[in-house]
Protein backbone atom coordinates (compact mmCIF):
# COMPACT_ATOMS: atom_id res chain seq x y z
CA UNK A 1 0.00 0.00 0.00
CA UNK A 2 0.81 3.76 -0.72
CA UNK A 3 3.12 5.12 1.91
CA UNK A 4 0.08 7.92 2.88
CA UNK A 5 -2.20 5.24 3.42
CA UNK A 6 -0.25 4.71 7.03
CA UNK A 7 -0.82 8.33 8.08
CA UNK A 8 -3.38 8.73 10.65
CA UNK A 9 -4.24 4.82 10.63
CA UNK A 10 -5.18 4.28 14.05
CA UNK A 11 -6.47 1.01 14.03
CA UNK A 12 -6.04 -2.10 11.23
CA UNK A 13 -7.33 -5.68 11.34
CA UNK A 14 -6.55 -7.47 8.06
CA UNK A 15 -7.08 -10.56 9.72
CA UNK A 16 -4.31 -12.63 8.51
CA UNK A 17 -3.12 -14.03 11.51
CA UNK A 18 -6.67 -13.73 13.67
CA UNK A 19 -7.61 -10.38 14.68
CA UNK A 20 -4.60 -8.69 14.95
CA UNK A 21 -4.24 -4.98 14.72
CA UNK A 22 -1.61 -4.04 12.59
CA UNK A 23 -2.20 -0.25 12.93
CA UNK A 24 -0.05 2.81 14.27
CA UNK A 25 0.01 1.97 17.96
CA UNK A 26 -1.08 -1.82 17.19
CA UNK A 27 -2.80 -1.90 20.65
CA UNK A 28 -5.99 -2.66 19.76
CA UNK A 29 -7.15 -6.30 20.14
CA UNK A 30 -10.23 -7.97 18.32
CA UNK A 31 -11.74 -10.88 21.03
CA UNK A 32 -13.77 -13.07 18.48
CA UNK A 33 -17.11 -15.01 19.15
CA UNK A 34 -17.83 -17.88 16.81
CA UNK A 35 -17.03 -16.20 13.51
CA UNK A 36 -14.58 -18.21 12.17
CA UNK A 37 -11.52 -17.80 9.16
CA UNK A 38 -12.26 -17.95 5.77
CA UNK A 39 -10.65 -16.79 1.96
CA UNK A 40 -10.36 -13.51 1.49
CA UNK A 41 -11.72 -11.71 -1.92
CA UNK A 42 -8.15 -13.01 -3.49
CA UNK A 43 -9.21 -16.36 -2.45
CA UNK A 44 -6.46 -16.75 0.43
CA UNK A 45 -7.29 -18.95 2.88
CA UNK A 46 -7.96 -18.03 6.71
CA UNK A 47 -7.35 -14.55 5.55
CA UNK A 48 -10.91 -12.98 6.14
CA UNK A 49 -14.14 -13.85 8.92
CA UNK A 50 -17.08 -15.77 8.51
CA UNK A 51 -19.92 -14.66 10.47
CA UNK A 52 -23.27 -16.79 10.85
CA UNK A 53 -25.97 -14.13 10.75
CA UNK A 54 -27.26 -16.08 14.15
CA UNK A 55 -24.99 -14.83 17.46
CA UNK A 56 -20.71 -14.32 15.34
CA UNK A 57 -19.41 -11.31 16.32
CA UNK A 58 -15.63 -9.73 16.91
CA UNK A 59 -15.68 -7.13 19.64
CA UNK A 60 -12.81 -4.62 20.00
CA UNK A 61 -12.76 -2.97 23.53
CA UNK A 62 -11.29 -0.68 24.28
CA UNK A 63 -12.37 0.40 21.07
CA UNK A 64 -9.77 2.73 18.70
CA UNK A 65 -10.00 6.38 19.54
CA UNK A 66 -11.95 8.82 16.95
CA UNK A 67 -11.24 12.09 15.74
CA UNK A 68 -14.58 14.30 15.90
CA UNK A 69 -13.10 16.78 13.10
CA UNK A 70 -11.88 13.65 10.45
CA UNK A 71 -12.30 9.98 10.29
CA UNK A 72 -12.39 7.22 7.72
CA UNK A 73 -13.16 3.38 7.79
CA UNK A 74 -12.52 1.04 5.09
CA UNK A 75 -13.94 -2.27 5.38
CA UNK A 76 -14.65 -5.30 2.54
CA UNK A 77 -17.81 -7.62 2.81
CA UNK A 78 -19.22 -10.18 0.83
CA UNK A 79 -22.97 -10.31 2.12
CA UNK A 80 -23.92 -14.22 2.58
CA UNK A 81 -26.21 -15.78 -0.06
CA UNK A 82 -28.68 -16.89 2.25
CA UNK A 83 -28.35 -13.14 4.36
CA UNK A 84 -31.81 -11.55 4.66
CA UNK A 85 -32.46 -7.98 4.36
CA UNK A 86 -35.43 -7.17 6.30
CA UNK A 87 -36.02 -3.62 7.89
CA UNK A 88 -32.81 -2.67 9.63
CA UNK A 89 -30.44 -5.87 9.18
CA UNK A 90 -26.59 -6.61 8.80
CA UNK A 91 -24.24 -4.78 10.73
CA UNK A 92 -20.67 -4.66 9.17
CA UNK A 93 -19.15 -2.67 11.90
CA UNK A 94 -20.89 -0.43 14.66
CA UNK A 95 -20.28 1.44 17.50
CA UNK A 96 -23.48 2.10 18.85
CA UNK A 97 -24.77 1.57 22.72
CA UNK A 98 -28.53 2.04 20.98
CA UNK A 99 -30.13 3.98 23.96
CA UNK A 100 -26.60 6.28 24.56
CA UNK A 101 -23.22 6.86 23.32
CA UNK A 102 -24.56 6.11 20.06
CA UNK A 103 -21.15 7.10 17.34
CA UNK A 104 -21.99 5.34 14.05
CA UNK A 105 -23.34 2.06 12.58
CA UNK A 106 -22.45 0.41 9.17
CA UNK A 107 -25.33 -1.37 8.18
CA UNK A 108 -28.31 -2.21 5.86
CA UNK A 109 -31.42 -0.92 5.27
CA UNK A 110 -33.56 -3.41 3.34
CA UNK A 111 -31.19 -4.46 1.18
CA UNK A 112 -29.32 -0.80 1.15
CA UNK A 113 -26.15 -0.25 2.69
CA UNK A 114 -26.17 2.36 4.90
CA UNK A 115 -24.42 4.78 7.15
CA UNK A 116 -26.06 5.48 9.68
CA UNK A 117 -25.40 8.30 12.57
CA UNK A 118 -29.13 7.93 14.29
CA UNK A 119 -30.61 10.98 15.03
CA UNK A 120 -27.42 13.70 14.66
CA UNK A 121 -27.37 13.51 10.66
CA UNK A 122 -29.24 12.03 7.70
CA UNK A 123 -28.46 8.63 6.54
CA UNK A 124 -26.19 8.46 3.83
CA UNK A 125 -26.95 4.96 1.81
CA UNK A 126 -26.58 3.28 -1.61
CA UNK A 127 -29.04 3.10 -3.86
CA UNK A 128 -27.82 0.13 -5.55
CA UNK A 129 -29.14 -2.85 -3.59
CA UNK A 130 -25.88 -4.93 -2.56
CA UNK A 131 -25.07 -8.23 -4.39
CA UNK A 132 -24.77 -11.36 -2.18
CA UNK A 133 -22.07 -13.33 -2.69
CA UNK A 134 -19.67 -10.75 -4.03
CA UNK A 135 -17.30 -8.99 -1.88
CA UNK A 136 -17.47 -4.85 -2.15
CA UNK A 137 -15.32 -2.48 -0.82
CA UNK A 138 -17.13 0.12 1.69
CA UNK A 139 -15.87 3.24 3.08
CA UNK A 140 -17.17 6.33 4.86
CA UNK A 141 -14.78 9.74 4.98
CA UNK A 142 -16.14 12.46 7.32
CA UNK A 143 -14.25 15.40 6.62
CA UNK A 144 -15.21 17.55 9.52
CA UNK A 145 -18.98 18.46 7.78
CA UNK A 146 -19.51 15.83 4.84
CA UNK A 147 -20.02 12.10 5.36
CA UNK A 148 -19.19 10.51 2.36
CA UNK A 149 -20.44 7.18 1.63
CA UNK A 150 -17.82 4.98 -1.29
CA UNK A 151 -18.64 1.73 -2.53
CA UNK A 152 -15.47 0.10 -5.01
CA UNK A 153 -14.00 3.08 -4.87
CA UNK A 154 -16.62 5.19 -6.19
CA UNK A 155 -18.77 7.63 -4.27
CA UNK A 156 -22.42 7.13 -3.84
CA UNK A 157 -23.45 9.38 -1.44
CA UNK A 158 -22.65 12.13 0.99
CA UNK A 159 -24.86 14.09 3.61
CA UNK A 160 -23.89 17.53 6.15
CA UNK A 161 -23.23 16.56 9.32
CA UNK A 162 -21.53 16.35 12.58
CA UNK A 163 -19.12 13.35 14.60
CA UNK A 164 -19.59 12.93 17.75
CA UNK A 165 -17.01 10.04 19.05
CA UNK A 166 -17.69 8.35 22.63
CA UNK A 167 -14.00 6.22 23.20
CA UNK A 168 -16.29 4.31 26.10
CA UNK A 169 -18.36 2.48 24.28
CA UNK A 170 -16.89 -0.68 22.32
CA UNK A 171 -16.51 -1.46 18.20
CA UNK A 172 -18.44 -4.18 16.80
CA UNK A 173 -17.28 -6.09 13.41
CA UNK A 174 -20.62 -7.87 12.03
CA UNK A 175 -22.90 -6.97 14.81
CA UNK A 176 -24.45 -3.96 17.19
CA UNK A 177 -24.01 -3.71 20.48
CA UNK A 178 -28.03 -4.83 20.94
CA UNK A 179 -28.34 -8.32 20.17
CA UNK A 180 -31.15 -7.53 18.12
CA UNK A 181 -30.74 -10.60 16.01
CA UNK A 182 -30.97 -8.85 12.54
CA UNK A 183 -28.13 -6.95 13.01
CA UNK A 184 -25.82 -10.09 13.35
CA UNK A 185 -23.61 -10.06 9.85
CA UNK A 186 -24.59 -13.32 7.45
CA UNK A 187 -21.13 -13.05 5.03
CA UNK A 188 -17.87 -12.44 5.57
CA UNK A 189 -15.91 -9.06 6.42
CA UNK A 190 -12.09 -8.16 5.90
CA UNK A 191 -9.09 -5.34 5.88
CA UNK A 192 -10.66 -3.25 8.08
CA UNK A 193 -8.91 0.15 8.56
CA UNK A 194 -9.70 3.30 11.06
CA UNK A 195 -8.66 6.65 10.24
CA UNK A 196 -8.35 9.93 12.19
CA UNK A 197 -8.44 11.81 9.04
CA UNK A 198 -10.44 12.19 5.96
CA UNK A 199 -9.15 10.29 3.04
CA UNK A 200 -9.09 11.38 -0.31
CA UNK A 201 -10.43 9.93 -3.71
CA UNK A 202 -7.42 9.01 -4.59
CA UNK A 203 -6.53 7.00 -1.37
CA UNK A 204 -10.02 5.46 -1.23
CA UNK A 205 -9.66 4.07 -4.96
CA UNK A 206 -5.93 2.87 -3.40
CA UNK A 207 -7.67 0.71 -0.80
CA UNK A 208 -10.33 -0.57 -3.27
CA UNK A 209 -7.38 -1.69 -6.10
CA UNK A 210 -4.90 -2.92 -3.16
CA UNK A 211 -3.07 -6.27 -4.42
CA UNK A 212 -4.46 -5.72 -7.94
CA UNK A 213 -8.20 -5.80 -7.49
CA UNK A 214 -10.06 -4.04 -9.77
CA UNK A 215 -8.77 -1.57 -12.22
CA UNK A 216 -7.48 1.66 -11.11
CA UNK A 217 -7.47 3.44 -14.20
CA UNK A 218 -11.46 2.66 -14.79
CA UNK A 219 -12.23 3.12 -11.21
CA UNK A 220 -10.49 6.95 -11.60
CA UNK A 221 -12.63 7.51 -14.43
CA UNK A 222 -15.62 6.53 -12.94
CA UNK A 223 -15.20 8.74 -9.95
CA UNK A 224 -14.13 11.98 -11.90
CA UNK A 225 -17.22 11.39 -14.20
CA UNK A 226 -19.39 10.63 -10.79
CA UNK A 227 -18.05 13.86 -9.29
CA UNK A 228 -16.87 16.43 -12.23
CA UNK A 229 -19.28 16.12 -15.21
CA UNK A 230 -21.41 18.37 -16.93
CA UNK A 231 -24.72 17.29 -17.58
CA UNK A 232 -26.22 17.09 -21.01
CA UNK A 233 -30.05 17.19 -21.07
CA UNK A 234 -32.42 15.50 -24.12
CA UNK A 235 -35.95 15.59 -23.37
CA UNK A 236 -38.57 14.95 -25.74
CA UNK A 237 -37.06 14.34 -28.81
CA UNK A 238 -38.94 11.39 -29.65
CA UNK A 239 -39.23 12.69 -33.34
CA UNK A 240 -37.32 12.66 -35.83
CA UNK A 241 -35.73 10.10 -34.23
CA UNK A 242 -32.04 11.26 -32.59
CA UNK A 243 -29.07 9.54 -34.25
CA UNK A 244 -26.12 9.43 -32.13
CA UNK A 245 -22.54 9.10 -32.84
CA UNK A 246 -20.52 9.12 -29.33
CA UNK A 247 -17.39 8.45 -30.11
CA UNK A 248 -14.06 8.55 -27.68
CA UNK A 249 -16.18 10.29 -25.01
CA UNK A 250 -16.79 9.46 -21.14
CA UNK A 251 -20.60 9.69 -20.69
CA UNK A 252 -20.32 7.65 -17.40
CA UNK A 253 -23.45 7.78 -15.17
CA UNK A 254 -25.68 8.85 -17.98
CA UNK A 255 -29.13 8.10 -17.19
CA UNK A 256 -32.16 6.88 -20.13
CA UNK A 257 -35.78 6.76 -19.02
CA UNK A 258 -38.78 6.06 -21.19
CA UNK A 259 -36.67 6.10 -24.46
CA UNK A 260 -36.59 3.88 -27.38
CA UNK A 261 -32.88 2.97 -28.41
CA UNK A 262 -33.41 -0.09 -30.81
CA UNK A 263 -30.28 -1.44 -32.36
CA UNK A 264 -27.95 0.29 -30.33
CA UNK A 265 -24.47 -0.73 -30.87
CA UNK A 266 -21.49 -0.59 -28.33
CA UNK A 267 -17.72 -1.66 -29.14
CA UNK A 268 -14.82 -1.20 -27.35
CA UNK A 269 -16.77 0.58 -24.48
CA UNK A 270 -16.50 0.14 -20.67
CA UNK A 271 -19.84 -0.65 -19.31
CA UNK A 272 -18.91 -2.08 -15.30
CA UNK A 273 -21.91 -1.22 -13.37
CA UNK A 274 -24.62 -1.48 -16.18
CA UNK A 275 -28.03 -1.29 -14.93
CA UNK A 276 -31.26 -2.15 -16.71
CA UNK A 277 -34.83 -2.28 -15.04
CA UNK A 278 -37.57 -2.69 -17.09
CA UNK A 279 -35.99 -2.36 -20.88
CA UNK A 280 -37.23 -4.93 -23.57
CA UNK A 281 -34.11 -6.30 -24.69
CA UNK A 282 -35.46 -9.40 -26.90
CA UNK A 283 -32.85 -10.64 -29.75
CA UNK A 284 -29.92 -8.61 -27.49
CA UNK A 285 -26.29 -10.41 -29.16
CA UNK A 286 -23.50 -10.07 -26.75
CA UNK A 287 -20.21 -11.52 -27.99
CA UNK A 288 -16.82 -10.88 -26.35
CA UNK A 289 -17.76 -10.12 -23.03
CA UNK A 290 -16.64 -9.16 -19.58
CA UNK A 291 -19.93 -10.24 -17.65
CA UNK A 292 -18.23 -11.63 -14.31
CA UNK A 293 -20.34 -10.74 -10.94
CA UNK A 294 -23.01 -9.79 -12.78
CA UNK A 295 -26.68 -10.92 -11.51
CA UNK A 296 -30.18 -10.84 -13.73
CA UNK A 297 -33.10 -10.81 -12.44
CA UNK A 298 -35.99 -11.47 -13.01
CA UNK A 299 -36.20 -11.66 -16.34
CA UNK A 300 -37.46 -13.53 -19.49
CA UNK A 301 -34.91 -15.52 -21.13
CA UNK A 302 -36.79 -17.77 -23.00
CA UNK A 303 -35.02 -19.20 -25.72
CA UNK A 304 -31.54 -17.41 -24.59
CA UNK A 305 -28.61 -19.21 -26.10
CA UNK A 306 -24.83 -19.19 -24.25
CA UNK A 307 -22.26 -20.20 -26.01
CA UNK A 308 -18.64 -20.34 -25.08
CA UNK A 309 -18.70 -19.20 -22.07
CA UNK A 310 -16.80 -18.94 -18.64
CA UNK A 311 -19.11 -19.91 -15.96
CA UNK A 312 -17.37 -20.52 -13.05
CA UNK A 313 -18.86 -19.88 -9.55
CA UNK A 314 -22.00 -19.23 -11.57
CA UNK A 315 -25.22 -19.44 -9.59
CA UNK A 316 -28.72 -20.25 -10.83
CA UNK A 317 -31.85 -20.36 -8.82
CA UNK A 318 -35.53 -19.50 -8.77
CA UNK A 319 -35.54 -20.84 -12.73
CA UNK A 320 -38.86 -21.02 -14.10
CA UNK A 321 -42.26 -19.78 -15.49
CA UNK A 322 -43.28 -16.63 -12.84
CA UNK A 323 -44.86 -17.53 -10.01
CA UNK A 324 -48.28 -16.84 -8.55
CA UNK A 325 -48.32 -13.41 -7.50
CA UNK A 326 -46.15 -12.14 -10.38
CA UNK A 327 -47.16 -10.16 -12.84
CA UNK A 328 -46.53 -12.41 -15.37
CA UNK A 329 -47.95 -15.23 -13.97
CA UNK A 330 -50.33 -17.92 -16.32
CA UNK A 331 -52.05 -20.03 -13.88
CA UNK A 332 -51.47 -23.83 -15.51
CA UNK A 333 -48.09 -22.33 -18.20
CA UNK A 334 -44.88 -25.11 -17.86
CA UNK A 335 -41.52 -23.80 -18.71
CA UNK A 336 -39.92 -25.36 -21.89
CA UNK A 337 -37.08 -28.38 -21.49
CA UNK A 338 -33.66 -26.31 -21.17
CA UNK A 339 -30.60 -28.24 -23.26
CA UNK A 340 -27.24 -28.46 -21.90
CA UNK A 341 -24.79 -29.29 -24.39
CA UNK A 342 -20.96 -30.00 -24.28
CA UNK A 343 -20.98 -27.99 -21.02
CA UNK A 344 -18.16 -28.37 -17.95
CA UNK A 345 -20.23 -29.27 -14.80
CA UNK A 346 -17.39 -30.94 -12.91
CA UNK A 347 -18.28 -30.45 -8.99
CA UNK A 348 -21.14 -28.52 -9.25
CA UNK A 349 -24.35 -28.73 -7.08
CA UNK A 350 -28.53 -29.21 -8.29
CA UNK A 351 -30.36 -29.33 -5.02
CA UNK A 352 -34.00 -28.20 -4.49
CA UNK A 353 -34.55 -28.74 -8.14
CA UNK A 354 -37.49 -30.57 -10.33
CA UNK A 355 -35.50 -32.65 -12.41
CA UNK A 356 -38.36 -35.06 -13.66
CA UNK A 357 -38.21 -36.52 -16.97
CA UNK A 358 -34.76 -35.09 -16.71
CA UNK A 359 -32.35 -37.15 -19.59
CA UNK A 360 -28.87 -37.53 -19.51
CA UNK A 361 -26.82 -39.02 -22.06
CA UNK A 362 -23.21 -39.68 -22.94
CA UNK A 363 -21.68 -37.95 -19.98
CA UNK A 364 -18.80 -38.72 -17.64
CA UNK A 365 -20.52 -39.60 -14.69
CA UNK A 366 -17.29 -40.35 -12.25
CA UNK A 367 -17.95 -39.52 -9.07
CA UNK A 368 -21.44 -38.01 -9.43
CA UNK A 369 -23.69 -38.52 -6.64
CA UNK A 370 -27.44 -38.35 -5.97
CA UNK A 371 -28.29 -37.59 -2.33
CA UNK A 372 -25.00 -39.05 -1.60
CA UNK A 373 -25.38 -42.31 -3.85
CA UNK A 374 -22.84 -42.27 -6.39
CA UNK A 375 -24.48 -42.70 -9.98
CA UNK A 376 -21.76 -45.18 -11.32
CA UNK A 377 -22.45 -47.65 -8.17
CA UNK A 378 -26.54 -47.11 -9.29
CA UNK A 379 -26.04 -48.08 -12.74
CA UNK A 380 -23.56 -51.10 -11.55
CA UNK A 381 -26.41 -52.08 -9.45
CA UNK A 382 -29.12 -51.91 -12.13
CA UNK A 383 -26.89 -53.59 -14.63
CA UNK A 384 -26.66 -56.73 -12.18
CA UNK A 385 -30.04 -56.46 -11.54
CA UNK A 386 -30.83 -57.14 -15.61
CA UNK A 387 -28.81 -60.16 -16.09
CA1 LIG B 1 -7.51 -10.05 5.07
Same mark, same amino acid.
Given at each position: ????? /??????????????? +???????????????????? /???????????????????????? =?? !??????????????????????????????? @????????????????????????????????? =?????????????? $???? #?????? #???????????????????????? +??????????????????????????????????????????????????????????????????????? !????????????????? @???????? $???????????????????????????? +???? !????????????????????????????????????????? $????????????????? #???????????????????????
Amino acid at each position: MTDSL /RNGLIAEFLFQEGCR +DTGSSGIYEGQIHGAVPTAD /RFGNPDSAYEFDGMDDYIVIQPAP =KL !NRDGFSLSVWARYGRDASFRGWNNAIVSQDG @HHQRRVFQLSTQQDQVTWHRFFQSADVYIQEPV =KPGHWEHYAIVFDG $SMHK #LYRNGI #LMSEKAGGFEPNVDEPLYIGRKAT +DEPHFFFRGAIDDIRIYDRPLTDEEIIALYTENGWGDAALAAAAQQAKTGSEQVEWKHKRSPNQKLWVENT !NFAYSVFVNCRAEEVKF @HEVSLPGL $SMECVDLHRTRIHNANFSASIISDANLS +DLEI !NGAQLGGAYIHNIGMPPQGHPAYVEGSRQRPLLFENCDLQE $SEIRDSNLSGLSIQRCN #LQGMTIDGIPVEDLLAAYRRSQT
